[in-house]
């Protein structure tokens, strides 16, 4: 049996790891929030005091975690699990940059480490429903090492490239996202001053051009849609907060090549207002309140 190592067991961590301990792997979990690992214990995992416990004597290492120096950290740090299992294979299915994304592919090469950077797409309805997308980066040798968990969380397996290639993928698809939901919002909170119902216009764009995957699953205006998290007092499917970080991560990647992304820079700017007012924790789709409080 694969004994697999799972690091960060937060709101998508923890559902990943989940579906890997229902197909029968065996799983050790470590995430600093006590609660957490509670709820991974009850799902059948084992849990671990430590990054280096987590790892140690695993074929395989998964992080799910929330900033580049995050993942440096445990991969590279004094505890640091590359300096623990040469030959193991490390799974990234954090949302970080690229360049610590080529670092740190560079550095398992190092330590005789087989790495993808493999960020998702879902939400964490497509985290339970092991439905999620992922975007690798890597070798294809390591893709093909790699499949049989990706295939276990995921649905949609996309080798976007070469080392940090998953991470560019996922960047340029998050800052689509937060752009089709503060132009959803736009419209909706327009619609309401000119006197058109919100249902009447949720029926229209998912019938029309207009249509896009923000509005038939996060629409954000309740009960559109019984699942969205606007019809559940905006509790998070993807939260505000974690939507400017990979806006952040999209701004910072264009300014390091140059390119000019008028809009994205817009959006990142109307987030940074919304999290820093004290709603980061809502789900990215009530920024529609920000918008119609404008």
Same mark, same amino acid.
């Given at each position: 049996?694969?004994?697999?190592?799972?690091?960060?067991?937060?709101?998508?961590?923890? $559902?990943?790891?989940?579906?890997?301990?229902?197909a029968?792997?065996?799983?050790?979990?470590?995430? @600093?929030?006590?609660?957490?690992?509670?709820?991974?214990?009850?799902?059948?995992?084992?849990k671990?005091?430590?990054?280096?416990?987590?790892?140690?004597?695993?074929?395989?290492?998964?992080?799910?975690?929330?900033?580049?120096e995050?993942?440096k950290?445990?991969c590279?740090?004094?505890?640091?699990?590359?300096?623990?299992?040469p030959?193991?294979?490390?799974?990234? !299915?954090?949302?970080?940059?690229?360049?610590?994304?080529?670092? @740190?592919?560079?550095?398992?090469t190092?330590?005789k480490?087989?790495?993808?950077?493999? $960020?998702?797409?879902?939400?964490?309805?497509?985290?339970e429903?092991?439905?999620?997308?992922?975007?690798?980066?890597g070798?294809?040798e390591?893709?093909e090492?790699?499949? $049989?968990?990706?295939?276990?969380i995921?649905?949609?397996?996309?080798?976007a490239?070469?080392?940090?290639?998953?991470?560019?993928?996922?960047? !340029?698809?998050?800052?689509?996202?937060?752009?089709?939901?503060?132009?959803?919002?736009?419209?909706?909170v327009?619609?309401?001053?000119?006197?058109?119902?919100?249902?009447?216009?949720?029926e229209?764009?998912?019938?029309?051009?207009?249509? !896009?995957?923000?509005?038939?699953? /996060?629409a954000?205006? $309740?009960?559109l849609?019984?699942a969205?998290?606007?019809?559940?007092n905006?509790?998070p499917?993807?939260?505000?907060?974690?939507? @400017?970080?990979?806006?952040? @991560?999209?701004?910072?990647s264009?300014?390091?090549?140059?390119?000019?992304t008028?809009?994205?820079?817009?959006?990142?700017?109307? /987030?940074?207002?919304?999290?820093?007012?004290?709603?980061?924790?809502?789900?990215?789709s009530?920024?529609i309140?920000?918008?119609?409080?404008?």
């Amino acid at each position: 049996m694969t004994r697999i190592g799972f690091i960060g067991l937060g709101n998508m961590g923890l $559902p990943m790891a989940t579906n890997l301990i229902k197909a029968s792997y065996e799983v050790t979990g470590f995430d @600093l929030n006590p609660e957490v690992l509670a709820k991974f214990q009850a799902t059948g995992g084992h849990k671990a005091n430590s990054v280096s416990e987590t790892a140690l004597n695993k074929t395989v290492i998964i992080t799910m975690l929330q900033t580049g120096e995050q993942v440096k950290r445990v991969c590279l740090g004094a505890q640091g699990f590359y300096h623990l299992v040469p030959n193991a294979l490390h799974i990234d !299915c954090s949302s970080i940059d690229v360049e610590s994304t080529q670092q @740190l592919h560079q550095e398992a090469t190092a330590h005789k480490l087989v790495m993808i950077d493999a $960020p998702v797409s879902g939400g964490v309805r497509g985290a339970e429903a092991a439905t999620l997308t992922l975007m690798v980066g890597g070798e294809k040798e390591a893709l093909e090492l790699a499949m $049989p968990y990706l295939t276990t969380i995921g649905k949609k397996i996309i080798h976007a490239g070469g080392a940090g290639a998953g991470q560019a993928a996922k960047i !340029c698809n998050n800052m689509i996202l937060g752009i089709s939901m503060v132009a959803i919002s736009e419209a909706f909170v327009l619609a309401a001053k000119l006197g058109l119902s919100a249902e009447k216009l949720f029926e229209v764009v998912t019938n029309s051009s207009g249509q !896009c995957w923000a509005m038939t699953n /996060y629409a954000p205006v $309740p009960d559109l849609v019984p699942a969205a998290p606007a019809s559940h007092n905006y509790q998070p499917g993807f939260s505000a907060a974690m939507m @400017l970080k990979d806006l952040k @991560l999209s701004q910072d990647s264009a300014n390091a090549v140059s390119v000019q992304t008028p809009i994205g820079q817009q959006v990142t700017q109307l /987030y940074q207002r919304f999290v820093q007012a004290g709603d980061g924790g809502l789900d990215f789709s009530a920024i529609i309140k920000s918008l119609a409080a404008d």
